[in-house]
């Protein structure tokens, strides 16, 4: 039976094996959950599978856990997305990278564009990629998915839809949608949402000649995080793992 809270590690999990927790580990479950040596603990580490562990606290701030064995994996993904997101302002990026993650999405890439007001040079990048990953990361603890989603480095617009590879791809965009066709299967799915401001004429015509057709989301222009998340639902209910 599954108990204790999940955890996520960088390292390598097998039965009978004991590793050392991280830091942030540590500090949330003994200090913040109050957990006790040989309590009942979940770990993942990206690899697909959940193992049930024992903790072993060796003092307040360093502690370790006993692998017993896995106890879930989780099923082939019937659907790999790839979402393209032009980076918003404040904690809306955040959002939409939590519950793209929470939504069963495989990829994401940042993205700038005509009409991004957020732009992101050396350390200032580096930084808030390793956040954005920790925010997947932690959706994952949540969800109870047991894959992380990768966080790509952030790419141009005309960089990203010129070279990405998928079955089909889609833009969320206000004119020439059209509806989802469903009669075919894709195994493999890139979705491309702009900015605040949308795309401008120029972008929407480079990502159709690469490949990219607008998709219907109902008669309202959506936010831009409303508008992924959306889309990745109906995506997974008509070809994913909704049904």
């Not at 965009?173 to 401008?200: R, T």
């Amino acid at each position: 039976m599954m108990s204790g809270p999940r955890i996520y590690t960088a390292e390598s999990l097998a039965s009978n094996t004991t590793i050392a927790l991280d830091d942030q580990a540590v500090t949330h479950l003994v200090r913040v959950l109050r957990m006790k040596d040989g309590d009942d603990v979940r770990l993942f580490n990206g690899d697909g599978s959940e193992y049930q562990a024992q903790l072993i606290i060796e003092s307040k701030k360093s502690a370790s856990a006993s692998v017993i064995h896995a106890i879930r994996h989780d099923a082939p993904l019937k659907l790999e997305m790839h979402l393209g997101q032009v980076i918003s302002k404040g904690d809306r990026m955040d959002f939409t990278i939590q519950k793209a993650t929470e939504l069963g999405v495989t990829d994401i890439t940042p993205l700038t564009s005509e009409r991004c007001d957020v732009r992101l040079k050396g350390d200032r990048m580096e930084k808030k990629l390793e956040h954005w990953q920790k925010v997947a990361i932690s959706a994952c603890e949540q969800s109870g998915r047991n894959t992380v989603p990768v966080i790509h480095p952030p790419k141009s617009l005309s960089d990203w839809s010129s070279g990405i590879e998928a079955d089909r791809k889609l833009l969320l965009h206000p004119h020439n949608q059209k509806p989802l066709v469903s009669d075919q299967s894709p195994e493999s799915i890139a979705l491309l949402v702009g900015p605040e401001g949308g795309f401008s004429d120029i972008e929407v015509t480079q990502c159709q000649e690469a490949g990219f057709d607008g998709l219907l989301l109902g008669p309202r222009i959506l936010r831009t995080e409303t508008a992924a998340l959306t889309a990745l639902s109906v995506l997974q209910y008509v070809w994913g793992d909704f049904r």
